[in-house]
């Protein structure tokens, strides 16, 4: 794999997709507007939750607000990337133009995941982060590089396995030719993401880190920020990150062999 | 409209798009998953004992997201997505000739979609109460007639709501992210995440003369027989429907006047 090629290929890509995205710019206005409210809107959800109570599930609000902010940061990184280009395989798959995808000299999930980009997504990550710095700052955490380090690496972790469940389902596409809806499924079903795992109950909590990892999606990050993170947790989640990263990889190598293209 | 308008329109119409939306069950199953959000919002409710400081038992509050799940269940309003794409791609020029009004066929989509979408809703009904058995219940006649004409009259509002927004299609390309917008305060006020007996003071005293509580709250607190104001909801239901009818027609009008068919 020649990195630099990638490299200069995903550059052109930015630049492309930015410029025609860049065409409608009330349109970044409006989502960023959405954004916003729609963060209010979950932290008035949560003063519901806690306006008779101090502690849910064993997180105080200040502290639940940290999941909220490792949320949008997360769901803002959803919309800029594995939004607008997974969706995209169903596209492809319906139209045939999939075969065009496949015939180009570079590799064909580098180029499905990350052809395009949607900048309202940025402003999403940028609430989430003012949302963190604002939590750091009335929790008293105090920063240093080896916490920097560890939030960064859980935040990546999660990342990953984000895009891996909603590639996985993309790709399930090959045999069903409509699973646009599948990934809202998933979407609502990350939706509880916002809310510690903890308040959950047990077969829910057990489902939530089983079938759909949201326990190390959120609730890991969160914890590193409390400082009340485990080792072993975290080497968990690394290992979750890269075994989903494996597994999506080599199931879209599988599916491609059951890729019949179009009128064939 | 006239009986006739009815038998040899709207009947055939519907007819159609029935048989349209049987082709994809699978799909509209998956839609009904999707909307399973209540349950999770039920579980962090009934798991951190939130529903005493609302003097609601655990029973009833467990029946009232059941039936804001049904609620929503039959209030999915998707008109501007459909009519946004077809606007782009042209295919509303047609639609503009024939002898209808191009609303009726997305209505009669809507309808069909319910229909189709009841069986699996009552199967996903059943598997919640296996689980939750003491809050099986059966309302009585008069109540499921009346909460039924509530729903379709929240169907209505959003149905409306949602057409003035693809009326913008006239004018931007991208009016879905305005609905987008417009989403966020359903979601979060509708009383689908939590009922609106729920929210703070500051929130309730202007809560009630907004659009929102009377869409999944109010025929939902009807039907789960949990107290609520009968007479102001549908009484304020329909004031909404008939506030927001004419600002359609007047904007579907001049919007017609507008548009421009494809290549022209």
């Known amino acids: 794999m020649n990195l630099r090629k990638y490299f200069k290929v995903y550059t052109k890509f930015l630049h492309t997709s930015f410029a025609s995205e860049l065409e409608y710019q009330t349109n970044i206005i409006i989502d960023l507007i959405t954004a916003i409210l729609s963060l209010i809107g979950s932290i008035f959800l949560l003063s519901i939750f806690f306006q008779d109570n101090g502690i849910i599930g064993g997180w105080e609000f200040e502290q639940a607000l940290i999941i909220q902010g490792i949320y949008t940061i997360l769901n803002g990184v959803t919309n800029t990337w594995f939004n607008p280009n997974l969706t995209e395989i169903v596209k492809h798959i319906r139209e045939g133009t999939l075969d065009f995808v496949l015939l180009k000299p570079i590799d064909s999930q580098f180029f499905i995941s990350l052809k395009k980009i949607n900048p309202s997504g940025f402003l999403e990550i940028m609430l989430g982060i003012f949302l963190l710095l604002y939590c750091i700052n009335i929790n008293e955490i105090n920063l240093n590089l080896r916490f920097l380090t560890l939030c960064l690496f859980t935040i990546i972790c999660s990342i990953c396995i984000l895009y891996s469940l909603w590639f996985f389902i993309s790709t399930t596409t090959i045999w069903f030719v409509k699973t646009w809806n599948a990934t809202e499924v998933l979407r609502s079903f990350l939706y509880i993401g916002r809310f510690p795992l903890d308040s959950f109950s047990l077969s829910l909590k057990i489902f939530f880190s089983i079938f759909i990892p949201i326990a190390f999606i959120t609730t890991i990050p969160s914890e590193v920020f409390l400082g009340l993170y485990q080792l072993w947790k975290i080497l968990l989640e690394a290992s979750v990150a890269i075994i989903f990263l494996f597994t999506s990889r080599k199931f879209w190598l599988f599916a491609l062999k059951f890729y019949s293209s179009a009128s064939s | 409209m006239n009986s006739n308008f009815i038998k040899r329109k709207l009947f055939p119409l519907l007819k159609v798009q029935y048989s349209n939306m049987l082709e994809y069950r699978v799909e509209i199953a998956l839609w009904a998953i999707s909307g399973v959000i209540p349950f999770f919002m039920l579980n962090i409710w009934t798991n951190n ?47 503009l000739i024939q002898p209808i009004h191009p609303f009726f066929r997305y209505f009669a989509q809507h309808l069909a979609e319910q229909i189709t979408r009841f069986p699996f809703a009552l199967i996903i009904a059943v598997i919640f109460f296996i689980f939750n058995p003491e809050s099986l219940w059966i309302p009585d006649l008069v109540v499921l007639l009346l909460s039924a004409i509530s729903t379709f009259l929240s169907f209505l509002i959003q149905f409306l709501i949602q057409s003035i927004v693809a009326c913008l299609c006239f004018w931007t390309e991208k ?45 939902a607190n009807l039907l789960s027989g949990n107290s609520t104001n009968v007479n102001r909801g549908f009484i304020m239901q329909i004031l909404w429907i008939l506030l927001l009818f004419p600002i359609f027609k007047k904007l579907w009008c001049a919007g017609t006047k507008k548009f421009t068919a494809m290549g022209s």
């Open chain 2, 175 to 219: 009016a879905s992210s305005i609905e987008r917008l417009l989403f966020i305060p359903t979601l979060f006020l509708s009383g689908l995440l939590a009922p609106v007996i729920s929210f703070p003071a500051y929130v309730k005293s202007w809560i009630y003369l907004t659009p929102f509580p009377y869409l999944i709250d109010f025929p």
């Open chain 2, 49 to 95: 004992n939130l529903n005493e400081a609302i003097n609601i038992s655990n029973i009833m509050l467990s029946r009232y997201f059941l039936c804001a799940f049904f609620v929503r269940q039959f209030s999915v309003v998707w008109v501007v997505f459909s009519f946004e794409e077809d606007s782009l791609m042209g295919k509303v020029s047609p639609y």
